[in-house]
């Protein structure tokens, strides 16, 4: 819990716990990876590494004895992402702090949430720009900007099992690590979604609770988790190993005061991070004209 006797004129207040239990339901995908614990540590405005690949074509029977002199390793394309600052501020007067002492932990609160859910529209839909011409600002490619093209799944109508079958395919070919896949998806989607299985389900237990909600999808090549964003573009639906995704911080949320010029408390909530893809293996894009 942080209070208002926390903030002084030299001090930072980190907010990284708060950011990973506020606005859940708003923010599902950065809430997953945060969840997840799927984060790292950047030490620049560029964050550069390596693209994880498996390899599985070769024959690797071997001789009893034999000495080894074929060595392998995955594979090495670079990849970067451009780290992007956020930025909310927030200004009580004294006035309304003398009304209500706990203002500023409110207002601070919700500058929290609003910074989260820029962040998450960002993560999915971002355009990657290294802020090297106006107005200069850094800004990280998302998660469908990062999709490998040979995944791609268009579908003309509506969204049909076919073709979930096929983007779990797409990606079950690209011989990617273990780990859970998940489906972003906006309300039009999920409602299709939704219709698929409408008569192919039966209560249990709760035979008052009536509707269908589907939360995960089971195939030949693994099981999808749905998940609902009103952040996702109305025609897509955007699958991702959760494996291969991370969320890269340069600066951790916090609330940093501002110098004090009037019959006010000033500060704001700042963050700078991006994006990584291990490899955009992992994730596939289904869209819906």
């Known amino acids: 819990m942080f209070k208002s006797t926390n903030f002084t004129q030299s001090e930072l207040v980190n907010l990284s716990k708060e950011i990973a239990v506020v606005g859940v339901d708003y923010t599902p995908f950065t809430s997953l990876l945060l969840a997840k614990g799927n984060t790292e540590k950047a030490t620049s405005t560029i964050y550069t590494w390596r693209e994880r690949s498996l390899v599985h074509d070769e024959d690797i029977s071997a001789v009893e004895g034999e000495d080894t002199t074929v060595f392998t390793e995955s594979g090495r394309r670079e990849l970067n992402n451009v780290l992007e600052i956020f930025k909310k501020g927030v200004s009580v007067s004294g006035t309304a702090i003398a009304m209500q002492s706990n203002q500023l932990n409110s207002e601070v609160s919700d500058r929290l949430l609003e910074l989260k859910i820029n962040l998450e529209k960002k993560l999915i839909n971002g355009i990657k720009n290294d802020g090297s011409t106006t107005p200069f600002k850094r800004q990280m490619a998302g998660l469908i900007a990062f999709a490998d093209p040979t995944n791609a799944v268009n579908v003309t109508g509506t969204v049909t099992e076919d073709h979930v079958k096929q983007v779990m395919r797409n990606l079950w070919n690209q011989d990617l690590a273990e780990g859970q896949y998940f489906a ?41 988790n749905i998940v609902l964003s009103k952040h996702v573009p109305a025609d897509k639906m955007v699958v991702f190993n959760d494996a291969y995704i991370d969320l890269v911080y340069l600066r951790e949320p916090a609330f940093e005061p501002l110098a004090k010029t009037g019959d006010s408390v000033k500060g704001q909530v700042i963050a700078e991070a991006t994006l990584k893809v291990g490899s955009p293996k992992a994730v596939a894009v289904v869209t819906v004209a």
Request: avoid cysteine.
């Open 184 to 224: 972003l998806v906006n309300a039009d989607i999920k409602e299709q979604i939704d219709n698929i299985y409408k008569d192919r389900y039966s209560y249990q237990h709760k035979t008052t609770n009536f509707g269908l909600v589907v939360d995960s999808i089971e195939t030949n090549y693994g099981t999808v």
